[in-house]
């Protein structure tokens, strides 16, 4: 059964927003694990636009499942990480002007940087992953950088308008599972994943964890985190 990664990124969005201290994301950390998370994820951003330093020195104090950092391989960000020493950490691109991650890391053509932050992430315990298109070149090379896991950028599927265009899209990542499978790289998937989007992939057993964020937080408004949490985990359960 796969796992739900539970993202907490836009709790401290709304915090942002008015420059308050609350609401707390290490409060929706807790509620989403006592609901079921198997993982908490935040994305510390060089702009710190969310999530800042504090959050994840204080999300990794209390979390008892495991904390994924989301973050630039950046030699400021990987100081980070290696002082907090997060279970795993997820390498991601980051523009400053995007509203959110736009895509997978080119692996063509940042090969050497990635190759060099997983090497030093692991040897400091850190598990590594990387956030790529579900994109079969993308991920040979990932293999042979020896990360541990991929991430699947889900998000060109999620975001599709018409049901041809979400039918390739849903076909590209099948088939960039089954190959990271094969290649025994532990399979991940997220971006723009929502409480419907979530149900195609039934049957897809290669992924082994959903790394969701936006859709639950939002659900949470009305529901609470604790429930928004159980829905997508019941959802999960059932693929
Ligand atoms: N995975 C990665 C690598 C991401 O950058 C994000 C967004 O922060 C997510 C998963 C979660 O995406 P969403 O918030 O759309 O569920």
Known sequence: MAQLAVNV?????L???????????????????????????????ED?????????????????????LEMAASSEMLGIAMD????CVTLVPEKREELTTEGGLDL??????????VVNLKNSGIATSIFIDPDLEQIKIA???DTDMIEIHTGAFCDARTASRKQKEFIRIVN?????VKLKLEVNAGHGICYNTIKAFKGLDEISEFSIGHSIVSRALFTGMEQAVRDMKQLIVAL
């Open 9 to 13: 990124d836009h709790i401290a969005t």
């Open 48 to 68: 710190r636009r969310h999530i800042n330093e504090r959050d994840v020195r204080l999300i990794k104090q209390v979390v008892q499942s495991k904390l994924i």
């Open 176 to 180: 960039a599972a089954k190959m990271g």
């Open 143 to 145: 293999h042979k950088i």
């Open 15 to 45: 915090r942002q927003a008015r420059g308050t201290r609350y609401p707390e994301p290490v409060a929706a950390a807790i509620a989403a694990e006592t609901a079921g998370a198997d993982g908490i994820v935040v994305h510390l951003r």
């Open 108 to 117: 063509i053509t940042h090969q050497d940087q990635i190759r060099e932050a």
């Open 84 to 87: 907090i020493k997060p279970d």
